[in-house]
């Protein structure tokens, strides 16, 4: 497994730009996959975006393809999530996760490391 922190969530006006950033630790990162998951009010945790252990693989929900952008710098053990064009539906708790399997995980049951979370509220 490894640690998750989270960080850049706030409030945004509908239109604007977040980036999200996930720290993380152990020595297990470099062979992880990983994340980000979001959860509104009322809803299931969905998935969000991912990317691979190398950071050229990336896969989208359809939600976010062409508007969020995942990345990662395992030298940094850092991961991003850069959020265009923000609307009031995109307003969750934001979750970076990991996972050591290979293949494209969707599924929050799949995925064995968790961050705390951190809120983004977009405002019409």
């Known amino acids: 497994q490894v640690q998750l922190v989270e960080s850049g969530g706030g409030l945004v006006q509908a239109g604007n730009s977040l980036r999200l950033s996930c720290a993380a630790s152990?020595?297990?990162?470099?062979?992880?996959?990983m994340a980000w998951f979001r959860q509104a009010p009322g809803k299931e945790r969905e998935f969000v975006a991912r990317i691979g252990m190398s950071g050229t693989s990336t896969y989208y929900a359809d939600s976010v393809k062409g508007q969020f952008t995942i990345s990662r710098d395992n030298d940094k053990m850092m991961v991003y999530l850069q959020m265009n064009s923000l609307k009031p539906e995109d307003t969750a708790v934001y979750y970076c996760a990991g996972t050591g399997s290979s293949y494209t995980r969707i599924r929050p049951d799949e995925y064995d490391s968790w961050g705390q979370g951190t809120q983004v509220t977009v405002s019409s």
């Open positions: 152990g020595r297990t990162f470099r062979v992880y996959a």
